[in-house]
């Protein structure tokens, strides 16, 4: 059975660093095709895809992101690790982890965490 | 980037047929997915390449795609199927791209 779970603060102040982290189990990134990516959906509005790290440790950021976000993987700890500069209030969301198997380049998501909810606030 | 449009809400009585649809820009050449997310879960795959159903998916659910609309029906709609539903394609091999949802409600 495949499962994912997303951790991390639940607060963070306003500049400061995220560091979420998705503990996975039931496949392993080190396989080919694997891929782990983070996805955010602010209260009441709509999923953004952040980052995507891959099996060959090809890494894949949002455009309009991608300053802030740092994505990585242990592969022995089977978790993937996501890092957010520079908080604002605009990024409290609730933070969802999900695989991906790439056989196409254009795969769904099959499998997401439950996700962890952080608010950004002084 | 790549938009895709979908409308705000849809309603319907128990047992008849849901029709969600999601609009781009010949969409039809792409690959669309599908997510249904219920209040204060996860969203949960339910169809996948258009048309495909993941295993433990019912049959109620389809999809199409062509031109510039996708679309998902649910046929014989239960209260259980009461849901946000979230259409996403690829822009390209490495930007997927989400609707901005449709909340189905059964009346």
């Known amino acids: 059975q495949v499962t994912l779970r997303e951790s991390g603060p639940a607060l963070v102040k306003p500049t400061q660093t995220l560091t979420l982290t998705c503990t996975f189990s039931?496949?392993?990134?080190?396989?080919?095709?694997?891929?782990v990516s983070w996805i955010r959906q602010p209260p009441g509005k709509a999923l953004e895809w952040l980052a995507r790290?891959?099996?060959?440790?090809?890494?894949y950021y949002s455009t309009s992101l991608k300053t802030r976000l740092t994505i990585s993987k242990d592969t022995s700890k089977n978790q993937v690790v996501l890092t957010m500069t520079n908080m604002d209030p605009v990024d409290t969301a609730t933070y969802y982890c999900?695989?991906?198997?790439?056989?196409?380049?254009?795969?769904?998501?099959?499998?997401w965490g439950q996700g962890t909810m952080v608010t950004v606030s002084s | 980037s790549y938009v895709l449009t979908q409308p705000p809400s849809v309603s319907v009585a128990p047992g008849k047929t849901a029709r969600i649809t999601c609009g781009g820009n010949?969409?039809?050449?792409?690959?669309v997915h599908w997510y249904q997310q219920k209040p204060g879960q996860a969203p949960v795959l339910v169809i996948y390449?258009?048309?495909d159903r993941p295993s433990g998916i019912p049959e109620r659910f389809s999809g199409s795609n062509s031109g510039n609309t996708a679309t998902l029906t649910i046929s014989r709609v239960e209260a259980g199927d009461e849901a946000d539903y979230y259409c996403?394609?690829?822009?390209?091999?490495?930007?997927?791209?989400f609707g901005g949802g449709t909340k189905l409600t059964v009346l």
């Open positions: 390449y258009d048309s």
């Open positions: 790290i891959d099996w060959d440790d090809d890494k």
């Open positions: 996403q394609v690829w822009d390209s091999s490495s930007d997927p791209v």
């Open positions: 039931g496949f392993s990134l080190s396989t080919s095709g694997m891929c």
């Open positions: 010949n969409i039809g050449s792409k690959s």
């Open positions: 999900a695989r991906i198997i790439d056989s196409s380049g254009y795969d769904a998501f099959d499998i």
